[in-house]
C-alpha cells in the first residue's frame, strides 16, 4: 500500500509567489517524522524541513514551512516568495518504527517550475 | 566533516554480469539507506541497515539484490546477473537513529546495463 501520496507531478509558480506542495501518508504509529527533501537538476538531496507528529507547532525554516494537519495525515510543503532556484523535484518522507527500526520512505515526487 | 560518499559516481556493465555499489556512511551513523531512483522517479526503497540490528530488506526487487554492511559502516550493495531494467542511480543515505533526524545522501552511483 502507498504510504506516502504526492498528488502533484508537476506545479508551475510565477517568481515571487507562494506555493504549496501536497502530501499525504498513511501510518498505524504514533510516533513518526515527516519530511521534505529537494532534488535540484544536479541530483543531489537537500533537506529542507522536519515535522514530528508529536510537535504541536508548524515546522518552518526560513521560506519554507509545513502545514501539518494530523488529523487529515497531510503534511504540506509551503514556499514563500518563490526564486527561480527552487525549480527542482520536492520529496515528501515519512520515518516511523520504533527503536528496532527506523525505516525511511519517499512519494513519488513534485516537480516545481518557477517561471520568472 | 566528510558526507556520504558513494563509489563509483558512473557505472556501465554488461547484461548478466555482477556488479557492485560502495557506500561510505558519515562517521556515527548508525542507520544507512540504500533506494533507486529511475530517470525523473521517485526513490524507492530498497534496504536499511540499522546497527547491528538484521537489515530491512524489504524492498530489494528480487534475489539478485542483496547487501552487507560490514563493521557497521561501509555497505555494499550488490547485483548478480544484471538486466537492463536494472539501470538506475542508486542512492545510500546515512543518518542518526530516531524520527527526527534526516538523512544525509551520497551523490549516488549511475549504473547503466548495455
Known amino acids: 500500500a502507498q504510504k506516502i501520496t504526492q498528488t502533484q507531478p508537476g506545479m508551475f509558480v510565477q517568481e515571487k509567489e507562494a506555493v504549496t506542495l501536497d502530501c499525504t501518508y498513511d501510518t498505524s504509529d504514533q510516533s513518526y517524522g515527516l519530511f521534505w527533501y529537494k532534488q535540484p537538476s544536479s541530483g543531489e538531496m537537500i533537506f529542507l524541513i522536519y515535522q514530528g507528529s508529536y510537535d504541536e507547532q508548524n515546522a518552518t525554516e526560513g521560506r519554507y514551512s509545513l502545514n501539518f494537519q494530523k488529523a487529515r495525515k497531510s503534511a504540506n510543503l509551503v514556499i514563500s516568495a518563490s526564486q527561480l532556484g527552487d525549480s527542482a523535484m520536492y520529496f515528501c518522507a515519512m520515518r516511523e518504527g520504533t527503536a528496532g527500526g527506523f525505516k525511511t520512505i519517499f512519494g513519488a515526487g513534485t516537480r516545481l517550475f518557477v517561471k520568472a | 566533516g566528510a558526507g556520504v560518499s558513494q563509489s563509483p559516481s558512473n557505472k556501465v556493465t554488461e547484461k548478466g554480469k555482477d556488479v557492485e555499489l560502495r557506500c561510505d556512511p558519515i562517521s556515527g551513523h548508525t542507520a544507512l539507506y540504500w533506494y533507486r531512483q529511475s530517470l525523473g522517479q521517485g526513490l524507492e526503497f530498497l534496504i536499511y541497515?540499522?546497527?547491528?540490528?538484521?537489515?530491512?530488506k524489504s524492498g530489494l526487487p528480487s534475489d539478485r539484490f542483496s547487501a552487507e554492511r560490514t563493521g557497521g559502516s561501509v555497505s555494499t550493495l550488490t547485483i548478480q546477473r544484471t538486466q537492463q531494467e536494472d539501470s538506475a542511480v542508486y542512492l545510500c543515505?546515512?543518518?542518526?537513529?530516531?524520527?527526527?533526524?534526516?538523512?544525509?545522501f551520497g551523490p549516488g552511483t549511475r549504473l547503466t546495463v548495455t
Open positions: 541497515f540499522q546497527g547491528n540490528s538484521a537489515p530491512d
Open positions: 543515505a546515512s543518518s542518526l537513529l530516531g524520527h527526527s533526524y534526516e538523512q544525509y
